[in-house]
């Protein structure tokens, strides 16, 4: 495909993309289908927002990260997430930290693999706090072609928690463009935790189209996506932006 190598080129693709396919916190995804990816001497700061426009009033949430590698295998990164539930003032929620081991690499195993650990502390007892493991996968192949796959396990604890497994699934399949950038699908697939896990519409599953890429030399990086509520219980419409400086 012979596009422009301008940034508003590709978010044109984006929109037409998006076009074509046809509520609670929670529910606000600033999420990521996250790569195994460590390397050695990074260190980056990140914007994510997250947009329900079909909500009245309208609902965002916001998270800022900063993160950092320990070595070639290892990094830590802090979380802090803010919510308007459209009422026209921000809430800090939860600090989240992570650590990351990516323990297969693509140069000697065929493809890259990790485990991501996380403490998320909630900020006030009307939202429980979490501890999670979370595994990565990712897989190269052809013309530039990618695939990610995670699967998320966690416990809550604190007040309002829940006694069973939290089970969530992500996927992400994208392909080159010009400049660098890349395009695709990717889905979400909260299935609630072991002791209920309900029927699919009781379930939160999500689908849509990104588009991503580098500029500023390298230096920054975003993604932009629109996922579509594929079960009930999911959010019609959830417009993400993730923005990414590196240092």
Request: net charge negative.
């Amino acid at each position: 495909m012979n596009l422009s190598g301008s940034i508003f080129a590709k978010i044109n693709l984006f929109l037409i993309i998006s076009l074509g396919f046809s509520n609670a916190l929670s529910a606000l995804n600033t999420s990521s289908v996250f790569s195994p990816d460590v390397k050695a001497g990074e260190r980056a700061w990140e914007l994510r927002s997250s947009y329900l426009p079909d909500e009245s009033p309208a609902e965002w949430a916001q998270r800022l990260h900063y993160q950092q590698a320990i070595n070639e295998a290892w990094r830590w990164r802090v979380i802090g997430l803010f919510y308007d539930p459209g009422q026209g003032g921000a809430e800090f929620q939860y600090a989240r930290l992570e650590a990351q081991w990516q323990f297969r690499e693509n140069e000697t195993a065929g493809w890259d693999s990790g485990i991501r650990y996380e403490l998320q502390i909630a900020e006030n007892d009307n939202t429980p706090s979490r501890g999670r493991v979370a595994w990565t996968g990712k897989w190269n192949w052809g013309e530039g072609w990618e695939a990610r796959a995670n699967l998320l396990l966690g416990l809550q604890f604190g007040e309002r928690s829940h006694d069973g497994v939290l089970v969530e699934h992500r996927l992400q399949f994208t392909g080159p463009l010009a400049g660098g950038w890349r395009w695709g699908l990717e889905s979400f697939h909260d299935f609630n935790d072991s002791r209920a896990f309900g029927a699919f519409d009781d379930q939160e599953h999500q689908l849509g189209p990104i588009l991503k890429g580098k500029f500023g030399g390298g230096q920054w990086s975003v993604a932009t996506s629109w996922l579509v509520g594929i079960s009930d219980n999911a959010d019609d419409h959830d417009f993400r932006i993730h923005l990414i400086r590196s240092l």
